[in-house]
């Protein structure tokens, strides 16, 4: 049995790609430390944990049911990765702008941060979502597809997680301009595969209206 019969490795890579770049464990260290800093080692440990399975569990859904939920509003998946790629850009300029993370705001203080911002939606933001939702319409009927996409989603959390794990260890490590310099580069990546998604709705639009016509 050849990989590619199990796997689809292509998909694998772009669609785990993304989510790392959307994600962005590095400059997520930041915010972690300051939504959790009342919070013991154990409690920073526990919300790591909470934070990533309440992620994944969003992300999962929406890839299962993202086709239905297209179906059912009469969105075709050329809007969907149009306006994908759109949204990605925005995350992308935020990423290359900068954006606040020294004072975050929790809201209520009885809301665990764990869920509410952190599992949603800092990490399974729109970006993410609209990621996995275009890959699985990539990915089809095809159970290769299929395999890679779920595959990917998960690595991407285990990263995410290892990363909020460790957040006080990587935090001291890298230092305030580190921690800045690889969170520039996740935005000029994601800037990059927000564009190629751009231009490859479009060329399915002007295939689909040549077919058409």
């Given at each position: 049995?050849?990989?590619?019969?199990?796997?689809d490795a292509a998909l694998f890579a772009t669609t785990f790609?993304?989510?790392i770049v959307i994600l962005d464990p590095i400059g997520?260290?930041?915010?972690?430390?300051?939504?959790?800093?009342?919070l013991t080692?154990?409690?920073?440990?526990?919300?790591?944990?909470?934070?990533?399975?309440?992620?994944?569990?969003?992300?999962?859904?929406?890839?299962?049911?993202?086709?239905q939920i297209l179906s059912l509003l009469q969105i075709s998946i050329e809007a969907l990765q149009l306006s994908g790629g759109f949204l990605l850009f925005?995350?992308?300029?935020?990423?290359?702008?900068?954006k606040d993370s020294?004072?975050?705001d929790t809201g209520d203080d009885n809301v665990n941060?764990?869920?509410?911002?952190l599992g949603t939606p800092l990490l399974a933001g729109p970006g993410a979502i609209v990621a996995v939702m275009v890959s699985v319409s990539h990915a089809g009927s095809s159970a290769p597809g299929w395999v890679a996409v779920v595959l990917a989603?998960?690595?991407?959390?285990?990263?995410?997680?290892?990363?909020?794990?460790?957040?006080?260890?990587?935090?001291?490590?890298?230092?305030?301009?580190?921690?800045l310099m690889l969170t520039k580069i996740s935005g000029l990546l994601l800037a990059a595969i927000a564009t190629q998604l751009v231009m490859g709705a479009i060329f399915d639009f002007i295939s689909s209206a040549h077919i058409l016509g």
């Open positions: 049995m050849s990989i590619a019969s199990v796997i790609t993304t989510l997520t260290v930041p915010v972690f430390l300051g939504l959790t800093s009342r080692p154990a409690g920073q440990r526990r919300a790591a944990l909470q934070a990533t399975s309440v992620s994944i569990s969003v992300i999962l859904t929406f890839a299962v049911l993202g086709q925005l995350v992308a300029m935020e990423l290359l702008m900068g020294d004072e975050p941060v764990a869920l509410v911002p989603v998960v690595l991407a959390h285990l990263v995410m997680w290892a990363t909020m794990r460790f957040s006080l260890v990587l935090s001291r490590l890298l230092g305030p301009g580190g921690i």
